[in-house]
């Protein structure tokens, strides 16, 4: 079955760095898009980027230009890398395929 692994959140300062990492299985990997969504305490949980098979990258205003998603399809797994990250940026990071959702790495951005 389909199974989606996080990892690498943490406790950041503001302006600090975190790269996150999915591990994929159960499916052809290399054949679909992946999604990266976070839920912020008391708000709906919101897409912050997805990439396509070949690369082709989408954005969430709020992150682009700090935040780049990557994937390696010979190792079936997904990245994150958070750059000059904002308190706002907290909250419980999921990889997710299709109706499939990882178990969520948790984010804190605090000084």
């Known amino acids: 079955q389909v199974q989606l692994v996080e990892s690498g959140g943490g406790l950041v300062q503001p302006g600090g760095s975190l790269r996150l990492s999915c591990a994929a299985s159960g499916f052809t990997f290399s054949n679909y898009y992946m999604n990266w969504y976070r839920q912020a305490p008391g708000k709906e949980r919101e897409l912050v980027a997805n990439?396509?098979?070949?690369?082709?990258?989408n954005y969430a205003d709020s992150v682009k230009g700090r935040f780049t998603i990557s994937r390696d399809n010979a190792k079936n797994r997904v990245y994150l890398q958070m750059n000059s990250l904002k308190p706002e940026d907290t909250a419980v990071y999921y990889c997710h395929f299709r109706d499939a959702w990882g178990q969520g790495t948790q984010v804190t951005v605090s000084s």
């Open positions: 990439i396509a098979p070949i690369g082709i990258t």
